[in-house]
């Protein structure tokens, strides 16, 4: 099904013509705040335990989680908000008919049914490197706030924390260490003024709220 673009994706560049939607078409109507996690498609033990240990955080909060259902953090991010009944948007790059990576079959069902999974292009339409860029921008203007969890020094997830930047969207990142590949791009962004983010108790603050305590760690 294919709906009108909504208002506040009309800021984003190149413009959106159209949105094909699978899922829980309300998710777009809902005022609830909305986060973009990204990064790297190889993911460390740090940036996974550190979206074990926040995730579940933000969901138990009302926070939906934004992101494109590739490898490693894409994925990782909102497998971990479903597996605790938190609300997913998953942006693919490729037709609504055709999610990819295919290896992730199971994990597109549980969005479908558990969230909103989007795309500019019908049916089958193939991915393409150029149209995994270009929907950064819809991640992007979906979010109050992207947080690029992990990157290399020349990520594709960096493009998504330009198209915020471009749109007046907030953008933060998780620090990692000086020595690690995988944090080069993050620490970098920090450096030019992204927020730097800690913990679930940092996002929160950085969209203006307070944490409902209904998640307390072990």
């Known amino acids: 099904m294919n709906l009108p673009v909504y208002t506040f994706l009309k800021q ?64 990782n991010s909102q497998q971990i908000a479903l597996n605790h009944k938190g609300k997913v948007i ?46 950064n921008r819809i991640i992007a203007a979906l979010a109050n706030l992207v947080l690029i969890v992990e990157a290399k020094e020349k990520s594709g997830a960096l493009s998504t924390a330009e198209f915020a930047l471009e749109m007046g969207i907030p953008v933060a990142c998780v620090p990692g260490r000086p020595t690690d590949e995988l944090s080069k ?9 992204a927020h730097l983010v800690q913990d679930y108790n940092d996002i929160l603050s950085l969209l203006g709220c307070d944490s409902l305590n209904l998640f307390k760690r072990s």
């Open 90 to 135: 998953t942006v693919i790059a490729s037709g609504i008919e055709n999610p990819t990576p295919k290896t992730n079959a199971d994990f597109f069902t549980q969005v479908i049914q558990n969230g909103l999974l989007i795309s500019e292009y019908p049916g089958q339409t193939p991915a393409s490197k150029f149209a995994f860029v270009k929907r």
């Open 185 to 193: 791009g993050t620490n970098n962004l920090i450096k030019s003024g």
């Open 12 to 75: 984003a560049q190149p413009p959106i013509k159209t949105l094909y939607l699978k899922g829980d078409k309300q998710l777009l109507k809902s005022t609830s705040l909305k986060v973009a996690l990204v990064g790297s498609r190889i993911i460390s033990p740090h940036a996974l335990k550190w979206l074990q240990l926040n995730v579940p955080a933000l969901v138990m909060n009302g926070i939906t989680i934004i992101s494109g259902g590739a490898f490693g953090v894409d994925y």
